[in-house]
């Protein structure tokens, strides 16, 4: 084997761990921020809210089966500022369309770095009578309001809550889906 083509194999194995994060942050971000941008549209947090989550940026719990998710994007200002730590909370059912009221599973928070990203594991959340597949999502830029919305899956307007600009991009692989979406708050 050459050096060149050892090289070559070296640099292609060393890259397949992030191949899952590249593809991820190469989908377009929805919205877009710029001139003409509007802020992240308000919704409902629902009846499922529970305040002080664990900060982490994986909700996946051990031995579920349900597909992945992750989800990446941005905060941003308007005028496409990222908003740096930025507080992004996130609560969801589970694989069956349960909420977990007495504890944390599908609920945590984190914080955008110095680019107003952030990126977060999870799994695909299941419907559940009378709802879209959605993501609950509160996000606090600092020393400023709260915005708590809901994310929603392309296809799936089943309720009277689903709002196509609340949709994230999304792709799928074998047992994971690839979602972005970009939050545009007033910073």
């Known amino acids: 084997m050459t050096s060149m083509t050892r ?54 719990e051990p031995g579920s089966k349900a597909d992945r998710l992750t989800l990446t994007g941005r905060v941003v200002s308007p005028q496409c500022r990222p908003v740096v730590k930025a507080l992004v909370d996130v609560w969801h059912c589970d694989e069956n369309g349960a909420y977990d009221n007495a504890g ?24 559940y009578p009378g709802r879209a597949r959605h993501i609950h999502v509160k996000v606090q830029a600092p020393g400023r309001r709260v915005l708590t919305t809901q994310l929603y899956f392309p296809g799936d307007a089943r309720d009277f809550l689903w709002r196509p600009e609340l949709t994230v ?18 910073a």
């Open 7 to 60: 090289r070559r194999l070296l640099g292609a194995a060393a890259a397949l761990p992030f191949a899952g994060r590249a593809f991820a942050q190469d989908l377009p971000l929805t919205p877009a921020c710029g001139p003409q941008a509007a802020l992240t549209p308000r919704q409902t947090e629902g009846p499922y809210y529970t305040p002080d989550t664990p900060q982490r940026a994986s909700l996946v």
């Open 104 to 127: 944390f599973r599908y609920r945590g928070h984190l914080f955008t770095d110095a680019e107003g990203r952030f990126r977060l594991e999870t799994v695909f959340p299941a419907l």
């Open 169 to 186: 991009a999304m792709e799928r692989r074998t047992q994971a889906r690839l979602a972005a979406f970009q939050f545009i708050v007033d």
